[in-house]
């Protein structure tokens, strides 16, 4: 096995260039587990620690995306996110704040999240409720191309990279509205996913977005159910007059959440179960990003 | 011990410590320091110049005939300089702890999802794995027999060990039964007496000891064609015994020295890789380490029994217990371990600490491809405890009671009898533990303006901002045995030493004992100070040079080994009184050793044990035999089997979020009677870790399988608590003394995780009006999907 | 391959490193420094918890290679020479929470973490911190006890110094 230890970010994609197969490692807290129980033994490893602009963000203006996004370089740890992007990334920083432990969260990233594309990672949902505009920044020796997240989850553990690329960066625009995680798991701290759910209104554009996790071969969205309620929304003028969803709507929203999942029978759960607690989950992150939105219009006002 | 470089001699040496208390104090524990500091050697942490690394290929089917195995291609991978199967073993094939039914390493077949087929030794684990790699078997994959009712029928569904090869006590895929029946048993008269009836069928699911150091040891081949294995074990003595038929050898050329131990609890109690690094290291001449990984460790040592009872009580309008009719089966798996032990426990203490005159009882261990059971803290008690403590709560609620005041009416006391004939000739404070539990004021309620939602269900994971949590508080006690029953004579050894050294008295005390954390180490110098009057203690390292001390489980270290030390000791002051007697005519019979000196209660202080001793060595050895008990009579369960009982209460708060399903313990508190609290500290603390371990088992815990397989060996999916799952655990323990005991003190470690579970599961029920018949309780059980 | 790194203030070296070995593996195996452990070689137990670069972090998730030239801090690196042992191992044997001690080297080094950044955290601060690192003989409470233990003595003493 190689170990590779590029200086620079062009170094690093020549590297993955030269060998396809190399898996690129930064916090390592999927890549060692891989390595450790012997399940996986890459020619190579790339190591991306050196490469400081990975593990750095900048907010500003990017075409294709409305708005002031969030350029997150890959390998800010979620310690980090919590800690410095809960605003411009609330749903997100909710989600990096369940990730494994303390520890684990002082160097598990989105990109890993991306890279290993499990559908129990925990940024996924989060990451499809923030957008369609959501994108990620596929770099290669051939030049940078932007994969939409709602095109980045191909099957199980699967994404659309090409063997000769790494993430740089998640473009990510910055909460227009507030949004919201959920994960259910047996136990109160470092458990994967039994299914979580991201929520996110968007009142700039009367949308709001979802993303489900661990309930499918791949993170997903609802897309029935953002339809629903964006219409709700917009039909019954909420956005504007910050009044109650009513029960009717919150119910239905939910079970259009549980509908759009995909869930399976396996040790951590059933697939029931799944179904039941997103419904929960959906109506729940619906209420309090709701309560926060009304909350907002009433001191706005 | 080798000349060579070993690492990890730091706590292979003696430890010394000086401190003023004795027992009731709660001095540090003398290694302490070492392993705040990272210096003290696990069994993981050994090395040794030359080392090699041990490992074995384990079976991926739970049931199955070995063919053929082809190691040929495995010994050509550079690094790699033994492969050994079944075929190269030197010795006996078979082992076993109370049943020689287990083979070191498979021979012709496989009994269980990862038994061991082929073990190899290499310059490096990645070699090792490599080589593993290549090792071609073939299997004729055999249909796994793994439900009761497969199990019972081994004409249509197959023998677990063929009528030829079966080596338990029983027949068939039984490994062991035992019934018990006392008053008239019970028949339909009996139930005729009966004014309320409440019948339950509960299910215990299979809990894993999940000790954090992994199974490790290191063995060192001697110059006169031994072995010299530093070991992390519960019982030097017994894995001895074990070990030296298989390699060919007397038993005094297998020597033991016991290496630093990252918890038990049961686990350790029956062989790993004892076996496997001893035949690697008289193989190649060297010294072979093996380290189990995570996963290798949930396949590599013996789990809980799982359990299916069938319970049936009878109780009058008052709320009197008239009868209990119980059937336990225990799942012990594809080798006995101690499933005869278990099946003793189980049934003689099915019936919880109440007085019920008429008793039924059947409890069975069944052999099957599951993965094997025996020892886990609690030892067949803690299932029982979960079906009757259940069925006590229905009772109250059919009677329209109050939980603990239907417990306090029927508990036992000093001098009650339980269904196996013994009386219970020590205090029995049942009533007072419940009580003391009900008494302490209840945790305040959740402040739903103000919430943290750490403090929640669910936790950081953010499922609940205080919606939908309703809490609940449930009850519950349990009956524990402490020391080893039914016949058996344990006893353990001691040697107490004492001389000056560096013009102070030193008092060593050398045993056998496998301190596993619970701090024996740090009760033995507390004894011999009380005892010795001295201040500075070394404490040898353990090792087979002893006398055998036993088994750290079964609650019995202290009272057995702590015993033994006391004698030694005792045995030590008087030689050292005899020697002031002849050489100073002394006439005195009320002496003792305080701080130091040899003092008369009449005419004071007599001289200096420093004067006294001079260059003299007062070295005796000493073995400390409990009072005999008897085995249990087959058909009716009657014998005065136990050394001793201790009882714990709990009282469990949860929050659950019922729309989830998810659980918060808000508090878990205990009460036991613990005789004599020798080190308060430690104490506490094993009271408040076996109820953690309880809390694992009601609401997270479980080795999961399927058609023989496991399915979750990690840590991943076998989940035990965090600090965020646990909660306040305030202890209250009471003293009462038991005569028979030393120091009147009773064995800890066990009774509180009996009474944890059921306490727990009992809240949930009063926070969902759920029954909940299974643990661990799972969301799907709350939200019924 | 050769790794070179700052362990506890010196420089050291490995030899013959396998590529794909943990950083928990280099030090065990080939430093000398066996304090921290091996309990799960997974992230989920924190029994191997290091600082890299004033960071704790799981030494069995990071490839040994990874820290070269970077800085590293074991248990074995808390005490100090001159002063003995840190206030949080000492704070951990005086309240108890050492039983059988494997994941005593994890805790403390996460704990001598949480006290840095948060001298005096609370109940549920502490726990969230500390969620990290599995325990199976003590049931946390008296790890509980001992971080408050060594919070109140870290602040008292920095007051008496003023």
């Given at each position: 096995m190689e170990f590779l230890r590029p200086a620079t970010w062009d170094e690093a994609l020549a590297a993955k260039a030269e060998n396809p197969s190399a898996v690129p490692i930064s916090g390592g807290t999927d890549v060692m587990v891989e390595l450790n129980f012997d399940r996986h033994r890459p020619a190579a490893l790339i190591d991306l620690?050196?490469?400081?602009?990975?593990?750095e963000w900048q907010s500003g203006t990017y075409e294709g995306q409305e708005g002031e996004v969030v350029r997150l370089?890959?390998?800010?740890p979620y310690a980090r996110i919590t800690k410095e992007l809960s605003g411009p990334l609330q749903g997100l920083a909710i989600a990096g704040n369940t990730v494994g432990s303390p520890q684990i969260r002082n160097r598990g990233s989105v990109g890993g999240n991306l890279g290993g594309?499990?559908?129990?990672?925990?940024?996924h949902p989060a990451l499809l409720a923030a957008g369609r505009d959501v994108f990620v920044e596929a770099a290669s020796v051939r030049g940078t191309r932007l994969i939409a997240i709602d095109d980045f989850y191909v099957g199980v553990k699967r994404n659309?990279?090409?063997?000769?690329e790494l993430i740089r960066a998640i473009r990510i625009p910055v909460a227009d509205g507030p949004q919201q995680f959920s994960k259910i798991g047996?136990?109160?701290?470092?458990v994967i996913a039994v299914c979580a759910f991201g929520f996110a209104l968007h009142p700039k554009n009367g949308t709001v977005g979802t993303g489900i996790g661990s309930a499918a071969p791949t993170p997903r969205r609802a897309v029935e159910a953002e339809e629903f309620l964006a219409g709700e929304l917009a039909s019954r003028n909420l956005w504007n007059s910050g009044g109650l969803i009513g029960p009717a709507a919150i119910q239905r929203f939910g079970e259009l959440v549980s509908a759009a999942a995909s869930p399976i029978d396996d040790v951590r759960g059933t697939a029931a179960y799944r179904r039941h607690s997103l419904a929960v989950m959906a109506r729940r992150t619906l209420t309090w990003t709701w309560n926060e939105y009304t909350q907002s219009l009433r001191s706005a006002a | 011990m080798s000349t060579r470089t070993i690492r990890g001699e730091k706590n292979l040496q003696d430890i010394t410590t000086a401190h003023p208390?004795?027992?009731?104090g709660s001095p540090l524990r003398p290694d302490g320091t070492l392993k705040v500091k990272g210096e003290f050697a696990y069994s993981s942490d050994l090395w040794h110049e030359d080392m090699l690394w041990g490992m074995a290929l384990r079976s991926p089917h739970a049931h199955a005939k070995i063919l053929s195995i082809d190691i040929s291609e495995a010994l050509t991978?550079?690094?790699?300089?033994a492969v050994m199967t079944?075929?190269?073993?030197?010795?006996?094939k078979l082992y076993g702890?109370?049943?020689?039914?287990?083979?070191a390493i498979a021979t012709g077949?496989?009994?269980?999802?990862?038994?061991?087929v082929a073990i190899i030794a290499a310059d490096h684990p990645e070699t090792a794995r490599r080589a593993l790699a290549k090792i071609k078997v073939e299997y004729e994959v055999l249909p796994p027999i793994t439900t009761e009712e497969q199990c019972l029928d081994p004409e249509t569904y197959?023998?677990?060990?063929?009528p030829e090869e079966y080596k338990a006590h029983a027949s068939g895929n039984i490994v062991h039964q035992q019934k018990v029946v006392s008053?008239?048993?019970?028949?339909d008269e009996v139930r005729a007496l009966a004014d309320v009836v409440v019948v339950g069928d509960y299910e215990v699911g299979m809990q894993d000891q999940?000790?954090?150091?992994?199974?490790s040891g290191l063995a060192v081949p001697a110059e006169d064609g031994g072995i010299d294995l530093y070991i992390a074990t519960q019982w030097l003595h017994v894995d001895r015994q074990q070990i030296a038929p298989v390699l060919g050898?007397?038993?005094?050329?297998v020597r033991l020295t016991l290496a630093g131990?990252?918890?038990?609890f049961g686990g350790r109690e029956d062989l790993s890789m004892q076996i496997h690094a001893c035949l690697l290291a008289q193989r190649t001449g060297k010294p072979v380490k093996i380290v189990y990984s995570r996963e290798e460790s949930f396949f590599g040592h013996v789990h809980r029994h799982p359990a299916k009872m069938r319970y049936e009580h009878g109780a009058t309008r008052?709320?009197?217990?008239v009868y209990m009719d119980a059937r336990i089966v225990l799942d012990?798996?594809?080798?006995?371990?101690a499933s005869p032990a278990v099946v003793g426990n189980a049934s003689s203490l099915s019936v919880g600490p109440y007085e019920i005159p008429n008793v039924n009882v059947l409890a069975v261990a069944l052999y099957s491809n599951n993965p094997s059971c025996g020892a886990m803290r609690g030892f067949g008690a803690v299932q029982a405890c979960f079906a009757y403590e259940s069925q006590l709560d229905k009772l109250a609620a059919e009677l329209g009671m109050d939980p603990v005041e239907l417990r306090q009416l029927n508990a036992v006391s000093q001098g009650s009898y339980l269904p196996t004939g013994q009386m219970i000739d020590a205090p029995a404070p049942v009533a007072e533990l419940l009580q003391k539990v009900k008494d302490l004021p209840l945790p305040q309620p959740l402040d739903l303006a103000n919430?943290?939602?750490?403090?929640?269900?669910g936790a950081l994971s953010?499922?609940?901002?205080?919606?939908g949590i309703v809490r609940g508080v449930g009850y519950a006690v349990g009956l524990k045995n402490v020391g080893f029953s039914e016949?058996?004579?344990?006893y353990s050894t001691a040697r107490v030493r004492l001389e000056v050294i560096g013009g102070e008295p030193v008092a060593m005390v050398h045993t056998a004992?496998?301190?596993?954390?619970?701090?024996g180490v740090t009760v033995h110098g507390q004894i011999a100070r009380t005892e010795l009057g001295v201040e500075r203690v070394t404490i040898h390292p353990a090792?087979?040079?002893?006398g055998s001390a036993g088994s750290?489980?079964?609650?019995?270290q202290t009272y057995m080994t702590g015993g033994a030390v006391k004698l030694a000791a005792e045995a030590v002051r008087n030689e050292l009184f005899n020697l002031g007697r002849s050489r100073y005519g002394w006439t005195y019979n009320d002496l003792s050793l305080v701080g130091g000196k040899v003092v008369?209660?009449?005419?004071?202080?007599?001289?200096?044990m420093v004067d006294l001793l001079g260059d003299h060595a007062i070295d005796l050895t000493r073995e400390h035999h409990h009072r005999p008990t008897v085995p249990f009579d087959?058909?009716?369960?009657?014998?005065?089997?136990?050394?001793q009982y201790t009882f714990c209460a709990h009282r469990a708060v949860v929050d659950v979020d019922i729309e989830l399903g998810l659980v918060k313990v808000v508090e878990l508190a205990a009460a036991q009677d613990?005789?004599?609290?020798?080190n308060p500290l430690s104490v506490i603390g094993q009271i408040q870790g076996g109820s953690t371990q309880g809390l694992g088992l009601a609401v997270m815990e479980e080795i999961i399988t399927r058609d023989g397989k496991v399915r979750n060996p990690s840590f991943t999916d076998y989940l035990i608590p965090t600090i965020l799952d646990t909660p306040p655990q305030p202890v209250e323990i009471m003293e009462l003394a038991d005569p028979h005991a030393p120091y009147g003190l009773r064995g800890v470690g066990?009774?509180?995780?009996?009474?944890s579970t059921p306490a727990i599961v009992s809240a949930i029920r009063a926070a969902?009006?759920?029954?909940?018949?299974?643990?661990?309780?799972?969301p799907e059980h709350i939200t019924g999907t | 391959m050769r790794v070179t790194f700052n362990a506890n203030g010196r420089e050291v070296e490995a030899d013959?490193?396998?590529?794909?070995?943990?950083l928990l593996f280099m030090l065990r195996?080939?430093?000398?420094?066996?304090?921290?452990?091996?309990?799960?070689?997974?992230?989920?137990?924190?029994?191997?918890t290091v600082y890299l670069d004033g960071s704790p972090v799981c030494?069995?998730?990071?490839?040994?290679?990874?820290?070269?030239?970077r800085e590293v801090r074991t248990v074995e690196g808390?005490?100090?020479?001159?002063?003995?042992?840190?206030p949080v191992q000492q704070a951990f044997i005086d309240a108890g929470a050492?039983?059988?001690?494997?994941?005593t080297p994890g805790l403390l080094v996460q704990t001598h973490d949480l006290l840095e950044r948060e001298p005096q955290p609370s109940d549920s601060d502490i726990r969230e911190a500390l969620s990290g690192n599995l325990c199976?003989?003590?049931?946390?409470e008296k790890i509980m006890d001992a971080v408050r233990l060594a919070s109140a003595r870290k602040c008292h003493t920095s007051e008496v110094s003023q």
């Open positions: 620690n050196r490469i400081t602009e990975l593990t370089g890959s390998a800010v594309a499990s559908p129990a990672g925990d940024a659309s990279l090409e063997p000769d047996t136990r109160n701290a470092m | 208390d004795g027992i009731g991978q550079p690094g790699v300089y079944h075929d190269d073993i030197p010795g006996s702890l109370e049943v020689v039914d287990q083979p077949k496989v009994r269980y999802h990862g038994e061991a197959g023998y677990v060990h063929s008053g008239l048993g019970v028949t999940a000790f954090l150091g992994p199974e050898l007397p038993e005094n050329k131990v990252g918890g038990a008052d709320g009197k217990l012990g798996g594809a080798y006995a371990s919430l943290d939602i750490r403090e929640l269900p953010n499922t609940s901002h205080g919606e016949g058996f004579d344990d004992m496998a301190e596993v954390g619970q701090g090792n087979t040079e002893v750290t489980s079964a609650s019995r008369s209660a009449s005419a004071g202080v007599l001289i200096s087959k058909e009716t369960g009657q014998g005065f089997g136990h050394v613990v005789g004599k609290a020798l066990e009774a509180p995780t009996l009474s969902t009006g759920l029954a909940l018949m299974r643990v661990p309780v799972r | 013959d490193v396998w590529e794909g070995e943990s195996e080939r430093l000398g420094l066996p304090g921290s452990k091996n309990a799960c070689e997974q992230g989920e137990c924190g029994s191997c030494s069995c998730l990071v490839a040994a290679g990874q820290v070269q030239d808390l005490a100090d020479a001159e002063t003995g042992l840190d050492v039983q059988c001690g494997f994941c199976r003989c003590t049931g946390y």
